[in-house]
Each structure stands twice: as structure tokens, then as C-alpha cells.
């Protein structure tokens, strides 16, 4: 599965001092995190045009998202990972 059109690759989120998170499950946390992005600008951001500020949203957007799955993960599984 390839994924295009991210506003963040896998390498510039590592630079940014994202760790702990595998390339494919960043992947799909990236393609979220963009959807969200999309909705809120109406679709208007060109990826071609990507700033350094769409990316340390989606930087951020993608931690927030992963901290929410853990933390809903470790509500449903009763602590247990």
C-alpha cells in the first residue's frame, strides 16, 4: 500500500523528534491527521505548497491521534496492552 500526498513523510517526522511509532501505523495516523487538515481548510492546501507550519500541525495532529488510540486502547482493554 503507498500513500501519497502527505503533507509529513515517515523521515521529516522522525526529524522532528517523532519516535516510538513503526512507518505503516505513521502512515495511516498521517492520512487521518490530513483528513483533518482537509476539513478544516476546505481542501484548499496544495501539496506541492506544504509549509512548515501544515507540517508541525500534522506533526502534532499525528501525536495527538496516537495518544488518543492508546489511551482509548488501554481503556478497552482494562490496562492491558
Known amino acids: 500500500m503507498t ?3 502527505q503533507y509529513l513523510t515517515y523521515a521529516e517526522y522522525q526529524a522532528l523528534g517523532g519516535s ?3 512507518e505503516m ?3 495511516l495516523l498521517e492520512f487521518e491527521a490530513r483528513r ?3 476539513i478544516r481548510t476546505f481542501n484548499r492546501i496544495n501539496v506541492d505548497d506544504v509549509t512548515q ?3 508541525l500541525c ?3 495532529l499525528i501525536n495527538s491521534l496516537k495518544g488518543f488510540l492508546e489511551t482509548n486502547n488501554t ?3 482494562g490496562g492491558n496492552i
Open 36 to 38: 483533518q487538515i482537509d
Open 75 to 77: 481503556i478497552v482493554n
Open 3 to 5: 500513500f501519497e500526498g
Open 20 to 22: 516510538a511509532i513503526g
Open 25 to 27: 501505523p505513521f502512515n
Open 58 to 60: 500534522d506533526y502534532n
Open 53 to 55: 507550519e501544515i507540517k
